[in-house]
C-alpha cells in the first residue's frame, strides 16, 4: 500500500543538508549582505526621521516626514524583494497610496503618507535591525571560516529570525489596512468620474440648449423688427421659434433625465427602470423586488448601471428580448441584466463596461460579465444595501 505525502509548502525552506547546497549558499549571501543593507536602512531612517523632526516645527517639517516616510516604504519593498529572492519569502506587497491627484489634493496625501502604518513598520524594522545585522555578518563569516560542518544549521537558525522579522514587520498587518488603502485609492475614481460628468453635463448644455436658446432669442428679435413691416414674415418666424421651444425644452428634459430623473425621485426603482426598459430598442422585461427602497445614492447608481447597460443592448447586442431583475439579498442589492443577443461582451470591449466596473468597484460593488460569444450576456452586479435615511 501507497502512501500519500502532502505537498511542500512553497514558502518554507526546504530542510537542511550537509554539505552546503544551493538554498544554504543563498542564505549564507542573505546573511553577507544583512550588514551593507541594514545600515543603509538604519542610516536612512535615522536621517529621515531626525531631519524631519528637526523642522517640525516649520512648514517644511511634515512635508519632509510624509516623504521620508515614503521612501521608508520603498527601503521595505527592497527588502522584501531581498528576502524573497535569497531566503524564498513571499509576502504580499501591502496597497501603494495615492498620490496627491488620486488623494483628493495635497493635505489629505500628506496625512495618509503621515500616519501610514506600513511606512512605520518599515522604520522601526530598519532601526532595530542594525545590531542583528552587525551579528549575523560576524557570525556567518567566521563560520565560513571555522565551523564549516554545522554552517548550514547555523545559517538556517539566523535566516529563521530574518524571516520572521520579515513576516511580522513587512507584510500588510491585516485586511483591514489593505482595505482602507484600496477604498481611499478608490475615491480618486469617483472624484475623476464626477468631474467627467460634470464636463458631460457643461458641453451638452453648451452645444445643445444653451445653443437652441441664443438661435431661439435671435430669432425672436428679428421677428419683433419684422412685426409691423411684414406681419407674416413675423409670423412664420414665431412659428418656427415655437418649434426651437419645444426642441430646446426636450433636450433640457433628456439632460435633466441624464443627471437624476424625476420619476426615480418620486417613484423609485420600479417606476424608473420601467421607463428606462421603454426606451430601448429591445423588449425589455422588468421585475423590481424590494421590501423598501435603498439610500438615494445606491438607488441612484443602480439606476444609471441599467440605464447604461441597456443602451448597450440597444446599440451592440443584436438581441430579441431582455430582462432587468432587481432585489434584495441580505446586505446587498443585486441587479441582473440579461439579452438573448450575440455576447462577446467584455469590460475592455469599449461597450462602457469598464466605467460601470470601477464606479461599481468604487462604492465597495461587485461587477461580473458573463458574456460567451453566440449565447448571449448575464452581468451581474451587486451594490451594499443602504437604507433610507
Known amino acids: ?32 549582505s544583512n550588514l551593507p543593507a541594514t545600515l543603509f536602512g538604519f542610516v536612512y531612517t535615522v536621517a529621515a526621521l531626525s531631519i524631519a523632526g528637526g523642522l517640525s516645527v516649520t512648514v517644511v517639517g511634515l512635508p519632509l516626514l510624509a516623504l521620508g516616510l515614503s521612501g521608508s516604504r520603498q527601503v521595505g519593498r527592497l527588502e522584501r524583494t531581498r528576502t524573497r529572492l535569497l531566503l524564498g519569502v513571499r509576502v504580499e506587497e501591502p496597497t501603494p497610496l495615492p498620490g496627491p491627484g488620486r488623494a483628493g489634493g495635497f493635505f489629505p496625501w500628506l ?26 555578518f560576524t557570525v556567518t563569516l567566521v563560520g565560513l571560516c571555522v565551523l564549516w560542518p554545522v554552517l548550514s544549521y547555523l545559517t538556517r537558525a539566523l535566516t529563521n529570525v530574518d524571516r520572521a522579522l520579515v513576516r511580522a514587520l513587512l507584510s500588510p498587518s ?3 489596512e489593505r482595505r482602507i488603502a484600496q477604498l481611499e485609492s478608490d475615491r480618486g475614481v ?21 445653443a437652441r436658446l441664443v438661435a431661439l432669442a435671435m430669432g425672436l428679435g428679428l421677428a419683433k423688427e419684422k412685426l409691423a413691416e411684414d406681419p407674416d414674415a413675423a409670423a412664420a418666424m414665431v412659428d418656427e421659434a415655437h418649434g426651437e421651444v419645444k426642441l430646446a425644452l426636450r433636450e433640457l428634459r433628456d439632460l435633466a433625465r441624464g443627471i437624476h430623473p424625476a420619476v426615480l425621485t418620486d417613484r423609485g426603482l420600479d417606476a424608473a427602470l ?6 430601448c430598442t429591445v423588449p425589455v422585461k422588468v421585475a423590481v423586488d424590494l421590501p423598501e427602497r435603498p439610500a438615494a445614492a445606491i438607488e ?9 447597460l441597456l443602451q448597450n443592448i440597444s446599440k451592440h447586442s443584436r438581441a430579441h428580448t431582455a ?8 446586505d446587498r442589492l443585486l441587479i441582473q441584466v440579461t439579452d438573448d443577443g450575440r455576447g462577446g461582451a467584455t469590460p475592455s470591449g469599449g461597450t462602457g463596461l469598464a466605467g460601470l ?27 451594499p444595501w443602504r437604507s433610507r435615511g
Do not use: C
Request: charged share 25%; proline share 8%; aromatic share 6%.
Open 174 to 176: 491585516d485586511e483591514l
Open 274 to 279: 420601467s421607463s428606462v426598459a421603454s426606451r
Open 111 to 136: 496625512f495618509s503618507a503621515v500616519k501610514d502604518p506600513v511606512a512605520w513598520r518599515s522604520a522601526l524594522y530598519e532601526l532595530v535591525r542594525l545590531p542583528w545585522g552587525v551579528l549575523t
Open 357 to 383: 466596473t470601477e464606479r461599481l468597484g468604487a462604492v465597495d460593488g461587485v461587477f461580473v460579465v458573463d458574456s460567451p460569444p453566440g449565447q448571449g450576456t448575464v452581468v451581474t452586479a451587486e451594490l
Open 323 to 330: 430582462g432587468v431583475d432587481v432585489r434584495k439579498s441580505g
Open 1 to 32: 500500500m501507497t502512501t500519500s505525502t502532502p505537498a511542500p509548502d512553497n514558502d518554507r525552506p526546504p530542510p537542511v543538508r550537509a554539505p552546503l547546497g544551493a538554498v544554504a549558499w543563498k542564505e549564507v549571501a542573505h546573511l553577507l
Open 300 to 308: 441612484g447608481i443602480a439606476y444609471f448601471t441599467v440605464s447604461e
Open 190 to 210: 469617483v472624484v475623476d468620474t464626477a468631474a467627467a460628468d460634470l464636463r458631460r453635463i457643461e458641453r451638452d448644455l453648451h452645444d445643445g440648449a444653451q
